[in-house]
Structures are given as C-alpha cells and as structure tokens.
C-alpha cells in the first residue's frame, strides 16, 4: 500500500437499495455546511453502478448496483418522507431536491465487486 493509501484510505459502502443510500444525501442537505453530494453513473465491469463521493478527510464511497443505466437525468428527492423518483427535469415542488445523474466514462475508483 502506497503511503498516500495510507493517508486517505477510500471506504466503499454498499446498500441494498436506492433509497437507503439517498439518506446520505438529505442528511447531507441538512448538515450545517448544507453540501448535496453528486450522484454519478458508470458502466463498471459490465455492472450498472450509480454512487456518490462523501468525505472531507477520507473518502467514502457509497454505492449500488442497479438493474439498468438510468433513463432519466435528476432524482426527484423528496426531504420530509424520503421518497423519490426518477425525472427529466427540474420541477418546482420547494420540498425536494432534484440530484442530477451524471454518467461518467470512467473512473479510477476500484468498486469492490
């Protein structure tokens, strides 16, 4: 291990569902700083793999595979209830955050699957 492994180790946190994992991001929205992390898409080893980056020290990377590459380009995160949809666009509900999906080529992330 290199000593920057050593220095800023990289977690993968993998969830069983969407849903789960996007609690990450209304708590992040509620946090004092107020950050929403991005979520991205990437085709990894023949898996469909949508994750998002967290972490000022160390990163974390807290991931899930999905059945298919998504189709639409936000979330649609509802912060009192925790429900969501996919969208194409950004709507005017003020009680939801809209997560845009960014669908990168590639990635130097090693996802541990």
Same mark, same amino acid.
């Given at each position: 291990?290199?000593?920057?492994?050593?220095? $800023?180790?990289?977690?993968?946190?993998?969830?069983?569902?969407?849903? &789960?994992?996007?609690?990450?991001?209304?708590?992040?929205?509620?946090?004092?700083?107020?950050?929403?992390?991005?979520?991205?898409?990437? $085709?990894? *080893?023949? *898996?469909?793999?949508?994750?998002? #980056?967290?972490?000022?020290?160390?990163?974390?990377?807290?991931?899930?595979?999905?059945?298919?590459?998504?189709?639409?380009?936000?979330?649609?995160? *509802?912060?009192?209830?925790?429900?969501?949809?996919?969208?194409? $666009?950004?709507?005017? &509900?003020?009680?939801?955050?809209?997560?845009?999906?960014?669908?990168? #080529?590639?990635?130097?992330?090693?996802?541990?699957?």
């Amino acid at each position: 291990m290199s000593s920057t492994e050593e220095s $800023n180790p990289t977690t993968y946190l993998k969830y069983k569902n969407l849903e &789960d994992m996007l609690k990450v991001v209304l708590f992040a929205a509620q946090s004092p700083i107020g950050i929403i992390p991005m979520l991205y898409y990437i $085709n990894y *080893k023949g *898996k469909e793999l949508l994750f998002i #980056e967290t972490g000022a020290v160390n990163t974390i990377v807290h991931y899930i595979t999905v059945e298919e590459r998504p189709t639409r380009k936000f979330i649609e995160l *509802k912060q009192l209830t925790g429900k969501f949809e996919f969208v194409n $666009n950004i709507g005017n &509900d003020t009680q939801s955050i809209y997560i845009p999906i960014l669908h990168l #080529e590639e990635s130097s992330f090693e996802f541990p699957i």
